[in-house]
């Protein structure tokens, strides 16, 4: 095949489902959520303290070993923290996931997580707390792989998938945007979703589509320097000046190795980010969407369809996938604690392979492959709107 964007002919509309009965899947579905919903209870949240605990002790064993030597044993470990507080806790509880559980903390709740000063102790980060809630939780969960959908990587990477330069071209700008995509993605798209719909809910005009990323970034521009005085300086500030400086009692080279190890756990950070969470959607077995669908029912179908689990099982599997391995049941229920998904991912499973719903699910590494091909055009993804299911 040419490096030109991949022909849909390869790829038909999802025929197959015009037999199913959407009505039947999602009230199976329904009656799984309801059982889900009275078994909620003090486990999840010593569930998700423990997870918490994790991804806590990654961070400090981190730095307790940082200011020896640049190592990537101490950059790993601080990139595992990292990456917890992301895809782990604010993910799932900026979701409301531990909001029902009785006697969950205030700070466990989506109200109080990461707000105000929160933010430096549950989750600093390139990304907004706020900026995170409105473009993942509402656009992406509420458009999940449709064209409107601000993650869909068929779209976002369009201009590299229809351009004419070489494979090995394309190939190196996926490697560089994989290794900084938080910073040179999802930060600024996040803050400049999240900036539109606050001018437009303060009675301004629907701007149509959100400006160019490099927008984010030009400090003589409004956007521009809002996103540097909100997401740009204070996490550099506390990542790679206030923490290194910590060690200044120890001496230059103890700074100089935890500023080194603090940066290249940041890149660890992107490329493992990258890995579990960019596949979630691509490739070219699933399914995207030129339309909204049309009721509930057709909604839960495209979760499955359009989302893709990877190995599942147990905590340390999980952890290791930024418990990004249960996306299916993720989309279906954005709402539920860690270790809800744990317990409902075999059932959903069952109940996909009951009615005929395509359940994917596969090794991450195999994803990530997949992805990438849809990044450059060498595959794309299935189409399936509400005429044709």
């Known amino acids: 095949m040419s490096t030109a964007v991949a022909s849909r002919a390869e790829n038909p509309p999802l025929t197959a489902l015009a037999s199913l009965d959407a009505e039947a899947f999602a009230r199976d579905l329904q009656t799984l959520r309801t059982e889900t919903e009275a078994s909620v209870g003090p486990e999840d949240l010593a569930h998700g303290r423990k997870i918490e605990r994790w991804g806590r002790a990654c961070s400090l064993l981190g730095y307790a070993t940082a200011w020896l030597a640049p190592n990537p044993l101490s950059a790993v470990l601080i990139s595992l923290g990292n990456t917890a507080r992301w895809t ?8 409301r996931g531990y909001d029902p559980v009785p006697g969950v903390p205030a700070r466990l709740t989506n109200r109080h997580f990461a707000t105000g000063w929160r933010r430096l102790l549950d989750w600093p980060d390139w990304i907004h707390p706020d900026a995170w809630r409105h473009e993942h939780n509402a656009l992406h969960h509420g458009r999940t792989g449709e064209t409107a959908d601000p993650d869909l990587v068929e779209e976002t990477t369009g201009f590299l998938r229809r351009s004419s330069m070489p494979l090995l071209v394309k190939y190196a700008i996926v490697a560089f945007f994989a290794c900084t995509w938080k910073l040179t993605y999802y930060a600024p798209n996040t803050f400049l979703e999240w900036r539109r719909a606050e001018r437009k809910r303060a009675g301004g005009p629907d701007e149509g589509e959100t400006p160019p990323l490099i927008t984010a970034f030009n400090p003589l521009n409004a956007e521009g320097r809002a996103f540097w005085a909100t997401c740009l300086l204070p996490y550099a500030a506390l990542r790679f000046v206030l923490l290194p400086a910590l060690f200044a009692p120890l001496g230059a080279w103890a700074v100089f190795c935890v500023f080194a190890n603090s940066v290249l756990a940041e890149v660890l950070t992107n490329l493992h980010s ?99 091909d849809i990044m450059v055009g060498k595959s794309s993804m299935r189409t399936l709107d509400a005429r044709s299911s």
């Not at 782990?88 to 979701?95: I, L, P, R």
């Not at 049941?329 to 392979?353: D, F, G, T």
Request: glycine share 4%.
């Open 274 to 372: 990258f890995a579990i969470i960019a596949p979630n959607h691509a490739g070219e077995d699933l399914y995207r969407f030129p339309d909204r669908a049309r009721n509930r029912a057709e909604f839960c179908v495209r979760q499955v369809i359009g989302s893709v689990n990877y190995t599942t099982g147990s905590d340390s599997v999980d952890f290791v996938h930024g418990w990004l391995n249960y996306q299916i049941e993720h989309h279906l229920w954005p709402n539920l604690s860690m270790r809800q998904y744990q317990r409902l991912q075999p059932q959903v499973k069952a109940i996909c392979e009951k009615h005929g719903v395509p359940y994917v699910q596969e090794n991450v590494v195999r994803r990530v492959k997949k992805l990438v």
């Open 88 to 95: 782990m806790m604010a993910h799932h509880v900026t979701h």
